[in-house]
């Protein structure tokens, strides 16, 4: 069951009141659970349900995607202000230091919420931050192609493309190895929350200039990478590693770039390791 909440976060211009949607289930230690840019939080739903039988999972919708709402005046969706928000939102929810699971951009928002010690573990599965100039360039490039092309796609049509394996690999193959297993209600739902996902050009242009270069010390940190990311390519794997020397690096086969498709059971394996 779906749920949001609204919460106070202090800006130059005075309080701004933020509103996020999420989803809670499980017990145990807490598990917050990051999506990519463009992307929602059902891009958890293979994991969700056994993850959750060790531990209390809360999926949110990042500010300006899914069901939650942009960020509101005076806020830009850059890290120096999602990850403060998030912060918030732990606090509005009464969890105090949750393990944080994120893909793609909630790789990085995790990672930065580790280095602010937000956090008590951090998994990170193809975290943006690690690219060169040449990667960073060819993934946005990818990203404003498939918004382009999932706003320009009558409904029909992306009903019509789901229903077939072929369809859906034409939908998402760029980020799963293995769309073909994506349901046709999935695939259409994550089309459609690329296309409306108001905090997508805001959330793009503040990466321009992102690079994650810190170490961050005792803390446990695990980062994997799919041997099929298209999108960022697995030797940005080593350079995180080299970043983060102490950091359990992950090698997920046969995975593409948001893996808890492909593979949910390891995705759900490696996160509950690197949480212990």
């Known amino acids: 069951m779906s749920a949001t909440v609204s919460f106070s976060l202090p800006s130059a211009h005075g309080p701004r009141t933020v509103t996020m949607s999420y989803a809670r289930v499980g017990t145990g230690e807490p ?17 969700v349900h056994i993850l959750a039988a060790e531990r209390e999972v809360i999926a949110v919708d990042l500010p300006g995607f899914g069901e939650s709402p942009a960020l509101p005046g005076g806020l830009t969706h850059d890290l120096g202000t999602v990850v403060p928000v998030l912060g918030a939102l732990c606090e509005a929810l009464e969890i105090e230091r949750p393990h944080v699971a994120g893909n793609s ?53 992306i009903e019509r493309l789901s229903r077939s394996a072929t369809g859906r690999a034409a939908l998402t193959s760029t980020i799963y190895a293995r769309p073909g297993r994506r349901s046709p209600e999935a695939v259409v739902a994550e ?13 793009l242009r503040a990466g321009t200039t992102v690079q994650f270069t810190d170490d961050i010390p005792g803390l446990p940190v695990t980062v994997a990478w799919g041997t099929r990311d298209r999108l960022l390519v697995r030797r940005q794997g ?36 690197g949480s212990r």
């Not at 990051?34 to 739903?45: M, P, S, Y």
Request: aromatic residues 6%; contains cysteine; charged residues 20%.
């Open 191 to 203: 089309t459609l929350a690329l296309a409306h996902a108001e905090g997508f050009a805001d959330t």
């Open 238 to 273: 080593i350079r995180a590693k080299h970043i983060i020397p102490r950091a359990r690096l992950v090698r997920l086969p046969g995975c593409g770039h948001v893996p808890m498709n492909d593979d949910p059971a390891l995705v759900a394996r490696v996160i509950l390791d």
């Open 31 to 47: 598990l917050l659970l990051l999506h990519g840019i463009g992307h929602h939080r059902q891009a958890w739903d293979p994991v």
């Open 105 to 157: 951009l909630g790789g990085l928002l995790a990672l930065e919420l580790g280095r602010e010690k937000l956090v008590r573990s951090v998994t990170a599965f193809s975290p943006a931050g690690f690219w060169s100039p040449v990667e960073r360039r060819y993934a946005f490039g990818v990203l404003l192609a498939m918004r382009q092309g999932a706003r320009r796609l009558p409904l029909p049509v």
